[in-house]
């Protein structure tokens, strides 16, 4: 079975930056998008960012101009630099991949800003 693991979270202050990887633990046959969604305490799980395999990306307009994603098709990884971090953007990062009408999600990682 394909996992997804994701690395780079942690506790940043306000203003600063954090880079999330996500790795597929084996190959997934033509991967279309890839993604990071996120869920705040108390909120739904909402989309931050989105790459498809042309290199074609899509943000959620409360991080545009902040984050960047990318994707290294070789490796089945997506990254998520995030910059100018805000308290808002505390929550569960989770990384999602679209293959064949199949949704493959990691089991996320936590970003909390807080001075």
């Known amino acids: 079975q394909v996992q997804l693991v994701e690395s780079g979270g942690g506790l940043v202050q306000p203003g600063g930056s954090l880079r999330l990887s996500c790795a597929a633990s084996r190959f997934i046959f033509s991967i279309n998008d890839m993604g990071w969604y996120r869920q705040a305490p108390g909120k739904e799980r909402e989309l931050v960012a989105v790459v498809n395999s042309r290199g074609t990306t899509n943000y959620a307009d409360s991080v545009k101009g902040r984050f960047t994603i990318s994707r290294d098709n070789a490796k089945i990884t997506v990254f998520l630099q995030m910059n100018s971090l805000k308290p808002e953007d505390t929550a569960v990062y989770y990384c999602?991949?679209?293959?064949?009408?199949?949704?493959?999600w990691g089991k996320g990682t936590l970003v909390s800003v807080s001075p």
């Open positions: 999602n991949a679209q293959s064949a009408g199949m949704a493959y």
